[in-house]
């Protein structure tokens, strides 16, 4: 199984100017074939082909687009490349329409070749930029898959895919249900409860550190202002970099948080785990909720659980997503239609008193069992 390598970078002066220079080409051949695809479609052509599109690249690049030969071949050509599965991909319905990214909002990255990359003590070779420094030692003599170097507002990374063996992991037969809110992050039918981090006393202080800061950026645009335009001084520049490593530590928490919490599942060594399969997209339209779901990452942990279910051996089960895991009665079966979001406690009426999110568990782990 392929598993992600993740590796901090140090690089000089000089090389950071050249991963710059490389995450603009990659932003703007995407952009490009993005608009030569649009085009094409406006004047009733067919999809172009990402072969035809690296041609015309390279003819450009002896005229037009000279800059282009400063940096490695291979980020140009695989921009062409993702940006055409992009449309594939939105073509077969399992993701919106691309759109062209932006210098700001856009994360800055690019590709490196697998062939050009190599690695020593503590070092990896990077096209057209050299032998860059890493913090740790990257793993040799091993196939490198799908090589991408990127900057998440602090520092750089490499991120490499290595071959990895599946361990044989003796399971213990049971069956695993999860449901995933709000309230709980998760809640497992085995009676392990995971808490929401987002309430958590850092989340709620960096929070309250990032509101604070938002506002005074806000003011300074306000007092700056020159008739109808804004100016941006040096120091909300300042602030709007104090804004970007806030939001950069409030996703590693979370990140690190659903990282922990999966381990943990796993570790316990079911056969299978049940997950139902939510519709995320439609969530978010709840304008009451849709922040509160955006900052649990419920996609992200799905996500998680799945690879680390394949690397363990373990079955991963989607429930059906109109399966009643929450009315469903865990005792006698029967479904109350008339249950609501804010009963937190389940009553039925042979009796049973339970938690709402450990009966729905429980549900989920016998689903499909009995068939």
């Known amino acids: 199984m392929i598993l992600a390598k993740k590796i901090r970078l140090y690089p000089t002066e000089e090389q950071e100017q050249k991963l710059w220079q490389s995450v603009g080409t990659a932003r703007f051949i995407y952009n490009w074939t993005l608009n030569r695809q649009e ?10 082909k990402d072969s035809d599109l690296r041609k ?26 993702d940006c055409c599965n992009a449309y594939k991909n939105f073509f077969k319905g399992l993701v919106d329409k691309p759109k062209f990214k932006n210098r700001k909002k ?22 057209k930029i050299g032998w860059v420094k890493t913090k740790e030692q990257l793993p040799m003599d091993v196939k490198y898959t799908n090589p ?31 449901d995933v809110g709000i309230k709980d992050l998760a809640v497992c039918s085995n009676g ?12 709620r202080r960096l929070k309250k550190s990032l509101k ?57 060594k079911p056969s299978r785990i049940v997950m139902e399969d939510l519709n995320i997209k439609g969530m978010m ?8 779901i955006a900052e649990q990452c419920l996609y992200d942990f799905k996500l998680k659980m799945k690879y680390k279910c ?11 997503r109109y399966y009643p895991s929450s009315k469903l009665c865990s005792c006698c079966g029967s479904i109350k239609k008339d249950l609501k979001l804010k009963d937190r406690i389940y009553k039925c009426s042979c009796g049973l008193n339970i938690n709402r999110d450990y009966n729905a568990s429980i549900n989920l782990s016998r689903y499909k069992l009995a068939i």
């Open 106 to 127: 856009s994360k800055p990255s690019f590709y490196n070749d697998t062939s050009k990359l190599k690695a020593k003590e503590k070092s990896v070779l990077i096209e």
């Open 192 to 203: 392990m409860t995971f808490k929401n981090i987002n309430k958590s006393k850092e989340v």
């Open 212 to 268: 604070r800061k938002q506002r005074q950026c806000s003011r300074k645009y306000e007092k700056n202002k020159k008739g109808k335009e804004y100016v941006k001084t040096k120091n909300i520049a300042k602030l709007e970099n104090q804004i970007k490593l806030i939001h950069r530590r409030l996703s590693n928490i979370r990140l690190n948080y659903i990282h922990q919490v999966t381990r943990m599942i796993v570790k316990t």
């Open 310 to 320: 394949e690397f363990c051996g373990i079955d991963f089960v989607e429930a059906d």
């Open 39 to 48: 085009e094409s479609y406006k004047n009733g052509g067919k999809f172009i």
């Open 56 to 81: 015309e690249i390279t003819r450009l690049k002896k005229d037009k687009l000279s800059w282009l030969n400063e940096v490695s071949n291979n980020v140009a050509k695989q921009s062409v490349k």
């Open 285 to 292: 339209k709840n304008k009451h909720l849709s922040k509160a």
């Open 148 to 178: 991408r170097i990127s900057y998440d507002n602090k520092y750089w990374y490499l991120s490499v895919g290595i071959e990895e063996e599946m361990p044989v992991v003796q399971l213990t037969g049971e069956s695993l249900g999860i």
